[in-house]
């Protein structure tokens, strides 16, 4: 479980606070899904639990274990992230993904360690892609294999910043769903940022509304109100419900 108390960051002494007395649980196995306007403080949020950005104040813990005096190696074998800006360097897909087992393996990959990457690979639908050079692959296709990448590193937490930003509609379906079935499957949290709302309703198990660098609104799908959505994001939407399904959608200011 992570849970986060009372967490505040800034980047210099005397700067404006980016974090706000942030607290906030996620329970192994949840989706959690970070909502917010650019600059809310989302990505900043992501590095401080990452462990690149040291809090002020406050408190960071994942199954009761302290992750801000947590040693590297050990905390890359609970936190896996997948960021916006992916660089992998001239690599071969398949070298790429084993890359993400290093906290894992040392030194040498075993037998274990290739068949970890050949079931991701195979689950991603990245198998013709294994022998590729990632350079010469396109965006979207480099997003996969960055999600990849963190998969094989078998996280505790997995944490996306803008997953499907580069995937056409089919490789977004396929990332949720592959997302999802290892939230559920393997009892591992999932913290995520995304821009569409109908697509984060239809992903998430509890939402985190970020404003100002401080979490506005929390909680599972109730919160995700018209009105909610106005104060965050400063539009008007409709809220309509279709087959089960929740969408999301823009309305004039004067509707």
């Keep these: 479980m992570l ?3 009372h967490l505040s960051f800034r980047y210099t002494p005397r700067g404006i606070p980016v974090l706000r007395d942030i607290s906030m649980t996620l329970q192994n196995g949840e989706i959690g899904i970070l909502l917010g306007r650019n600059g809310s403080g989302k990505t900043t949020l992501f590095q401080t ?3 690149l950005h040291t809090p002020e104040s406050g408190s960071l813990t994942f199954d009761g274990k302290d ?3 947590m040693p590297k190696r050990e905390r890359a074998g609970i936190l ?7 660089q992998f360097g001239e690599l071969q897909v398949f070298d790429s993904v084993l890359m993400g087992r290093v906290s894992r393996f040392g030194l040498r990959a075993s037998r274990h360690d290739y068949e970890v990457v050949e079931k991701i690979l195979a689950d991603m639908q990245l198998e013709a892609y294994a022998g590729k050079n990632v350079a ?3 965006g979207g296709e480099r997003q996969k294999v960055a999600i990849a990448r963190a998969l094989a590193q078998e996280p505790r937490l997995l944490i996306f910043d ?7 509609i089919a490789n977004e379906q396929l990332i949720m769903e592959e997302a999802r079935k290892l939230a559920k499957e393997k009892n591992i949290g ?4 995304l821009h569409n709302l109908s697509q984060a309703l239809a992903f998430g198990d509890r939402f985190f509304f970020l404003k100002d660098g401080a979490i ?8 995700c109100t018209e009105a909610t959505i106005y104060d965050v994001f400063g539009i008007h939407v409709r809220i309509l419900h279709c087959e089960g399904e929740i969408l999301i959608g823009g309305r004039r200011n004067n509707a």
């Excluded at 896996?80 to 992916?86: L, R, S, W």
């Excluded at 506005?216 to 919160?223: D, F, I, L, N, S």
């Design 67 to 69: 992750l801000v005096r």
């Design 80 to 86: 896996a992230y997948v960021p916006q800006d992916i």
């Design 190 to 193: 999932i913290l995520c940022s």
């Design 162 to 168: 803008e997953p499907t930003g580069n995937l056409d």
């Design 49 to 51: 639990i990452l462990g």
């Design 3 to 5: 849970k986060i108390q």
């Design 136 to 138: 010469h692959l396109s």
């Design 216 to 223: 506005r609104y929390a909680g599972g799908k109730e919160q």
